[in-house]
């Protein structure tokens, strides 16, 4: 385990929030987009994305380290899905994008949802950062000692 284990696993942590928080801010600007990709030839509204995060290592592994006296390496993300839930029909015959019946396919994203998602990336960045600034405070009296 080295010094700066806990400043990487912060790191690693803050890099995967950050980016959990962009997929959000995309899907929240994108909640009206009925054209979001073309398939087909057909246009496709835009469809949720979601941000895949594990840990670096299995918890079996996590186990073994720490009897050795060694700690976590982080997360990292594995992949941003796609959300395969139905699309929303919304009734608009006046839409360029409706379909015979009158009804528009509106992308699955639910704004209360992706609130919910934008508050708790946000709080587990905030959260990161202060275990960040807490580990660099602890090294920082740790050099201090050795003067």
């Not at 806990?6 to 929240?28: F, G, H, K, P």
């Not at 009925?34 to 496709?44: H, I, T």
């Not at 594995?78 to 839409?95: G, Q």
């Not at 209360?112 to 275990?131: C, G, P, Q, W």
């Amino acid at each position: 385990m080295t010094i700066f284990n806990t400043l990487n696993t912060a790191a690693s942590a803050l890099t995967a929030q950050r980016l959990r928080m962009d997929v959000v801010s995309s899907n929240i600007a994108n909640a009206e987009t009925a054209r979001g990709k073309l398939v087909d030839g057909e246009w496709q509204p835009y469809q949720r994305k979601m941000v895949e995060v594990k840990e670096k290592n299995s918890f079996s592994s996590m186990l073994s380290r720490a009897g050795n006296g060694m700690a976590g390496s982080g997360v990292e993300v594995t992949k941003i899905s796609e959300d395969e839930s139905p699309f929303k029909l919304v009734y608009d015959p006046a839409h360029p994008d409706a379909d015979d019946q009158g009804y528009v396919r509106m992308p699955n994203v639910d704004p209360l949802k992706e609130m919910t998602d934008l508050i708790s990336s946000t709080r587990s960045y905030e959260a990161n950062v202060t275990v960040f600034n807490a580990s660099k405070s602890m090294l920082l009296k740790a050099l201090e000692i050795g003067k």
